[in-house]
């Protein structure tokens, strides 16, 4: 018998489990579908890693070559939970693997934070990285930032913005977005973090990479640097944090004064309100002290730093699937290694979970993998309370999303965009030339 399996999401989380599976040699006959609510594929590879980062984005290559394997069927800009649901799925195929990662910002609840010029780092990101589903404009008015968050999106948010944009121009960066940051006031972006230079959730190669953007003197404070910090004395430092702290160190001996543009480093230091009428005037943040145990204080200092636009970039989080139980505080589906489990944590057949929606948006693309070899593994252990098709034939669900006048992409459609991004960006000494608009992104892909 074939095992058919549906896997919602084509981010690196529902593709490396598509390869996982093809290869388990327990599993010996199986035929995957991967459904992507985009037209093209590749989850947050192609949508949130950002476009000076080349090397990142190249893991598009190895992802493509599962794909190009001739294994998988893609099916493009079909939404679960409107263009197919659960109760489709349950007649077309043994089991599903949710992939669907996190899209959105999660919640900074400060005074303020809803004003205007105060934006989510994960819109931003979806605006630069040409998401199609976000507006092609973006407010570029600041001349001062402020950047909440001290993890990698934090500094990438930061980088965009400082970075010089003739800098950005070879890279895969929309037209768009290239001539919104030419324009571009911004003089100085300041990122905020509420604990210490040791307590940074940056990793050091993006954090070293801010120190070499050309005219960006990096401004940190000495205060950040003398203020004693024992509260982790005990726990040994690992190589990451001592490469981070030589990097600081190092930035600390340098001259600055002469860049037209400013990265500044703000620690202990809370954000508490943004302030404005009518839109961003300052971010007021209280500074932050150790007491005598190690425990983080306030000082008791209020400080207002001029700013006229806010991005929080304090964590991505999943969303709801039609269907599926959902843990709301966590934005995860919960689930035992994979297996997602109920209200009463009682297995719910057939479901599967993997990448960001199972564990939360942390980690690296690098982790999606180990995740999608837990996932399978669960899928393997259970194969007995699967799903019972009634229509596992493999025309039958493209028939379905026909008569439901599905739009549908396919591997062919990918290669077709793909060829014209890179094409056209060769053109202009470009990447590629992202085509960003669902429509034309459709036009390319689906054949008329
Ligand atoms: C701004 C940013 C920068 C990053 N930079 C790096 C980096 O430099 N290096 C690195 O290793 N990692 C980086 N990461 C982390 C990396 O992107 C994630 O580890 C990885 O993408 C998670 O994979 P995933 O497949 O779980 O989720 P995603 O990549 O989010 O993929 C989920 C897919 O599911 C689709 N989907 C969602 N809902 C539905 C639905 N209802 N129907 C159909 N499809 C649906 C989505 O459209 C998406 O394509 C970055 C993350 C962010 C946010």
Not at 263 to 269: S, V
Request: glycine residues 10%.
């Amino acid at each position: 018998m074939t095992l058919r399996i549906a896997i919602v999401g084509a981010g690196p989380a529902g593709i490396y489990a598509a390869d996982l599976l093809l290869k388990d040699a327990e599993i010996p006959d199986v035929s995957i579908d991967l459904f992507e609510r985009l037209p093209a594929p590749y989850g947050l590879v192609r949508y949130g890693v950002a476009p000076d980062h080349p090397r990142i984005k190249g893991i598009v290559n190895s992802l493509r070559e599962i794909l190009d394997a001739g294994h998988i069927r893609f099916f493009g800009n079909v939404n679960f939970g409107t263009d197919l649901t659960l109760e489709d799925l349950k007649k077309h195929y043994h089991a599903v693997i949710f992939a669907t990662g996190a899209m959105r910002d999660a919640v900074l609840d400060i005074p303020g934070i809803d004003l205007p010029g105060s934006f989510g780092a994960a819109d931003f990101v979806s605006w630069y990285d040409g998401h199609p589903d976000v507006p092609r404009g973006w407010p570029l008015d600041a001349k001062e930032v402020a950047v909440i968050g001290n993890g990698n999106v934090a500094l990438d948010v930061a980088r965009m913005l400082v970075k010089r944009p003739e800098d950005l121009y070879p890279t895969e960066v929309p037209d768009n977005v290239f001539r919104a940051l030419e324009s571009s006031p911004v003089t100085d972006v300041h990122v905020f973090g509420r604990r210490g230079p040791r307590h940074v959730k940056f990793t050091p190669l993006e954090l070293r990479e801010l120190g070499e953007l050309a005219d960006v003197d990096i401004i940190l404070d000495e205060r950040d640097f003398s203020q004693r910090d024992d509260s982790q004395e005990s726990v040994p430092r690992s190589k990451q944090a001592l490469v981070i702290e030589r990097i600081f160190y190092l930035w600390r001996q340098r001259e600055v004064g002469n860049a037209s543009r400013r990265l500044h480093f703000h620690f202990f230091a809370q954000p508490t309100e943004v302030l404005g009428s009518g839109s961003v005037q300052a971010l007021r943040y209280k500074r932050i002290g150790l007491d005598s145990d190690g425990q983080f204080v306030p000082t008791g200092e209020m400080v207002d730093q001029q700013v006229q636009a806010v991005y929080r970039a304090v964590g991505y989080q999943g969303s709801p699937i039609k269907g599926i139980p959902f843990d709301e505080i966590k934005g995860v589906i919960p689930n035992d290694k994979g297996m997602v489990i109920d209200k009463t944590g009682q297995a719910v057949p057939g479901v599967f979970v993997t990448g960001w929606i199972k564990r939360g948006p942390i980690g690296l693309i690098g982790h999606t993998k180990s995740d999608a070899m837990e996932t399978i593994t669960s899928l393997r252990d259970t194969m007995d309370s699967l799903w019972s098709p009634t229509k596992p034939d493999a025309g039958a669900v493209v028939d379905l999303m026909a008569e439901r006048a599905v739009e549908f992409t396919g591997l062919a459609g990918w290669h077709r965009l793909d060829e014209a991004e890179i094409r056209r960006g060769g053109l202009r000494n470009k990447e590629r030339l992202k085509v960003v608009g669902r429509a034309e992104m459709l036009e390319l892909m689906v054949p008329p």
